[in-house]
């Protein structure tokens, strides 16, 4: 069965919560590439603590936090999927530029790959305003193989994704592939985006804002949907309550059960009401199995 990856990309303003939500949204929600922009870390940066969920592998973009400073990208792929990785470093390692890109070449079981770019762009009037974009184009064109999806906080407004604006041409060399002209911050701008290689943009790469996967940030979170090979099913796991963190997996539920009606007027109801509930039970579990979602990368 051909399936279409989900990728989803997220900035949650250094927000400990939105971070923590972000990665058990996207677990209950079957997402198999998490992008993150602006993720949470502690301020000591010598121990590299981040959010971690352990369904999920994370990858920073530098190997030493106290040379290149706070990550301004993580990422982070699903395990148990059958998808191989392999992190790219095209630029100088452990420089404070190359904390705002992260490179991760995927491969599926079937030997298939994809390069997926993670960027935080810093605004103009900002430490490193635009450098990370400006160095997207310094790349050979023969770096961006024909399978590339880029997606993150780009805070570059153009009349291309915002009919409002007008601005000087975009030096990309990707193809747009998220919605035009729908805000992706509170303040109404089009800041988030996705692209893709033209290939993977003529097979039907699509990219849109997920707000049912909405993090409390004061961003909107985009998926993307590539057909790109066959999926890997992971295996099932018992649910084992004498390894879980009470506290993590108390909180956790909470947060998944909010705004959630307990009232059933009909079996349909009652049927999703069920659903539901079990979902919220089940990325509990996951996220505060053996551990708690916080801990350091190495």
Same mark, same amino acid.
Request: proline share 5%; hydrophobic share 40%.
């Given at each position: ?73 993580l990422t982070y792929v699903r395990k148990k999927k059958g998808i191989r990785t392999f ?6 390692? !452990?420089?404070?530029? *190359? $904390?705002?890109? =992260?490179? %991760? ?7 298939? /790959?994809? &390069? ?75 800041? !988030?985006?996705?692209? *893709? $290689?033209?290939? =993977?943009? %003529? ?7 997920? /707000?049912? &996967? ?14 790109w090979d066959q999926r890997y099913k992971e295996t099932a796991q018992k649910l084992r ?58």
């Open positions: 069965m051909i399936y279409h990856y989900p990728t989803q990309k997220l900035n949650v303003g250094h927000a400990p919560d939105a971070h923590e939500i972000a990665l058990t949204l996207a677990y209950i929600s079957d997402i198999d590439i998490i992008l993150i922009q602006e993720p949470y870390t502690f301020k000591d940066l010598s121990r590299q603590i981040t959010k971690k969920h352990l369904s999920y592998e994370c990858f920073s973009p530098t190997d030493s936090w106290a040379i290149s400073g706070r990550p301004r990208v992190q790219l470093r095209p630029f100088t390692t !452990d420089t404070k530029e *190359a $904390s705002d890109l =992260l490179f %991760l070449q995927i491969f599926s079981s079937t030997g298939k /790959s994809a &390069l997926i770019v993670n960027i935080y762009n810093t605004p103009a009037g900002s430490i490193r305003a635009g450098e990370a974009a400006k160095a997207l184009t310094t790349l050979p064109e023969a770096y961006l193989p024909q399978a590339t999806i880029l997606a993150g906080n780009l805070n570059l407004l153009h009349n291309r994704w915002q009919l409002s604006l007008y601005c000087s041409p975009t030096p990309f060399g990707l193809v747009l592939i998220s919605d035009i002209d729908c805000p992706t911050h509170e303040r109404g701008n089009v800041l !988030d985006l996705s692209f *893709a $290689s033209s290939p =993977l943009a %003529l097979a039907g790469a699509k990219a849109s804002i997920a /707000s049912h &996967l909405d993090a409390t940030s004061d961003h909107q979170p985009l998926i993307t949907t590539v057909l309550f004498n390894t879980l963190d009470h506290t993590s997996f108390l909180s956790l539920l909470a947060s998944n059960l909010a705004g959630t009606e307990s009232s059933a007027a009909t079996e349909e109801d009652l049927d999703a009401f069920a659903e539901k509930l079990t979902s919220a039970i089940q990325g509990a579990y996951r996220g505060s199995a053996k551990r708690t979602m916080t801990q350091g990368i190495g």
